[in-house]
């Protein structure tokens, strides 16, 4: 057996074994691509051996990246895309095995043994408060970082806590927003109050925090051109399975408003095709909104789950196109997902701006605005409990500002 048909056999071994593993259809094409290509490459100029220089010249010639390891870590997909079945190859030529890397699970918080009765206490107290998962898992992922960091200045309970270990926990995100440093105190200071007001410690140490000052509504929300919503949508290969699903999510975004939270929970019993609905329970006001489904998003979804969702038992209608088929975590955003069909469609990504799925939600009130509908329809739309939230967007109806605008002169007089 010559040595470049132990390289096909190879590729032929990888592909049947991430079939036999039930990768996803457009995963398993995007691989055959990708190794159709390298090995037109290696017959092109007559390699019959594959290493890793090899691969990390075909790497410079089809990316321009000058890589000095397959080890070394890149953030351009397109480089990622080209490297990830290099890597699997280059594996099997070198141990025989088929080794492949799943995507990291986070790892579960273990409660450092002296803090473990008020911790439970305080996750407890969140479900009592009624505060959705998102949200509790947001509060214990921070009194998480918290105990561990008084477990590594050996600390170990509670009543042992001062302020200088505070300052020093806090002293941690030096560089970090000023809105997740915000986030952090009023976790940590909700935290102390609990164990104060639960006798585990005997002083309130949350009176002590420092506040953050941040101005309700301070912020104007980012709203996409159109032109560019509609190169985003083009740039989305509806012909791959995964692709049709994220079509139809933003589609949703873009078209309803919806939140990423409501999408992610959106059940396949929520569509009415009979009267052409969807009804969902909200998951930030918990309350219900009925929808019209609008026919471009109707036959999104039909096409979907027709030629795209991967045989699931699962419930929801979108789900993860990894095994196991699944719904996706409380907190994912699709921010990456997005990002990439941003580049992709050669849309700038504003420096310092806030550009993720929700900002898609300003757009549609923007529209809508400029369309003079009445901020009580956009409140409804939009899923808001209260008006006074909607009128944040007021910020970004230009044409409505300057109809506002008073003139210097007749108030200086």
């Not at 898609?360 to 956009?378: D, G, H």
Request: aromatic fraction near 10%.
């Amino acid at each position: 057996m010559n040595e470049n048909q132990s390289i096909h056999e190879a590729i032929e071994y990888i592909i049947a074994s991430l079939k036999k593993q039930g990768q996803a259809p457009g995963t398993l094409k995007n691989y055959i691509n990708s190794f159709n290509v390298f090995k037109k490459y290696l017959a092109e100029c007559k390699i019959s051996k594959v290493n890793e220089k090899v691969c990390l010249a075909y790497i410079y010639l089809k990316t321009g990246a000058k890589l000095k390891s397959f080890n070394q870590k890149t953030l351009d997909p397109n480089i990622n895309r080209r490297m990830k079945p290099l890597h699997l190859l280059l594996s099997y030529l070198d141990t025989g095995k088929f080794i492949y890397r799943q995507r990291k699970i986070k790892e579960p918080f273990i409660c450092p043994e002296g803090f473990s009765c008020e911790y439970e206490m305080f996750v407890e107290e969140c479900r009592y408060r009624g505060y959705a998962n998102a949200t509790i898992n947001s509060n214990t992922d921070k009194v998480g970082y918290f105990l561990n960091y008084l477990d590594t200045v050996s600390v170990s309970s509670s009543e042992k806590i001062t302020l200088k270990h505070i300052d020093g926990f806090l002293a941690l995100y030096d560089s970090a927003a000023v809105k997740y440093v915000g986030t952090i105190l009023y976790v940590l200071r909700n935290y102390l109050s609990f164990i104060y007001q639960n006798g585990f410690i005997l002083t309130d140490l949350s009176l002590l925090l420092p506040k953050v000052r941040m101005m309700r509504n301070s912020s104007i929300p980012h709203a996409w051109k159109k032109t560019d919503i509609v190169k985003l949508l083009k740039a989305i290969d509806r012909e791959d399975p995964k692709g049709k699903r994220d079509y139809a999510i933003i589609l949703m975004v873009v078209r309803l408003g919806l939140r990423v939270s409501d999408i992610r929970a959106m059940k396949l019993s929520s569509l009415n095709w009979n009267r052409k609905t969807i009804s969902l329970n909200m998951i930030k006001t918990k309350q219900t909104i009925e929808l019209p489904l609008l026919d471009d998003i109707g036959w999104a979804i039909i096409d979907y789950l027709k030629n795209g969702r991967p045989k699931t038992i699962c419930d929801r209608l979108f789900v993860r196109h990894r095994p196991p088929y699944n719904t996706f975590g409380e907190t994912a955003s699709f921010h990456e997902s997005l990002r990439r069909y941003m580049v992709k469609a050669g849309i700038a990504i504003p420096l310092g701006v806030h550009h993720g799925m929700h900002s898609l939600r300003s757009s549609l009130a923007k529209n809508m605005l400029e369309a003079q509908a009445p901020l009580p329809v956009i409140s409804e739309v939009l899923g808001h409990k209260n008006i006074n939230t909607t009128s944040i967007y007021l910020k970004i109806d230009i044409e409505g500002l300057r109809k506002c605008a008073l003139d210097p002169e007749k108030v200086f007089k």
